[in-house]
């Protein structure tokens, strides 16, 4: 797909004789939000260090952001954002020096550092608490902060690696809403989760068993193929397989 932000074909990583990931064919589209299932093992989070440019695969090619995972890891790194189920952030600083911290990692000038940060707080409405240590807030609030930093740089594409793990269902309702916020504005997000619910929410979603893509399409589509009730049905179907 010439326009993909990620693009890959037979895709594999092996660790000396074991195959992690085999032969990932792949593309996703600007906007898209894109859920990547799979139980503990199934090969998910090599899947993720390949694409973000922290492992280097065996054989196959992708492009993320349209730079080469072969080639071009340092510019990938520029170019996406990553959030992890930890949030990313630290907990002994506050939400302004987490905010001025990782504007710094993303070499954005500090004028800019500032500008935008005085912008997310307001947005956030964090301004109130911009200068508390973060490890007194709730849970929540550390969430969209998380999730705003990591696109302080705006890159083409986020990571969210099971973001929504811990919090109760009303606050990942609200994290969702921002996700599709940000995926209306072009965003493309590639999310991993275990929650089959959130599965529901994504453009189209894939689940992965021992290495392999075993089913790929909308959860909808899925389901019809399948003859699932839910994704939940199908995530036990096809893992227990």
Known sequence: MPDAVIDTLNLTKMFGTFTAVDTLTLSLEKGEIFGFLGANGAGKTTVIKMLTGLLAPTSGSASVAGFDVFKATESIKQNIGYMSQRFSLYEDLTPRENIRFWGG???????????KGLDLLNALD????????????????????????????EPKIIFLDEPTGGVDPVTRRRFWDMIYE?????????????YMDEAE???????????????????AALKSEFGAKSIDDLFIRLARR
Not at 182 to 194: I, Q
Not at 201 to 219: F, H, K, N, Q, W
């Open 105 to 115: 990692i993303y070499g954005l000038e500090k004028t800019i550092i500032k500008e």
């Open 126 to 153: 964090l301004l109130d608490v911009a200068d508390t240590r973060l490890s007194s807030l709730p849970l929540g609030w550390k969430q969209k902060l998380a999730f705003s930093v990591a696109l302080l740089h």
């Open 182 to 194: 940000k995926a209306d504005k072009g965003l493309t997000v590639f999310v991993t989760t275990h």
């Open 201 to 219: 929410y994504c453009d189209r979603i894939s689940i992965m068993v021992e290495g392999r893509m075993a089913a790929l399409g909308t959860p």
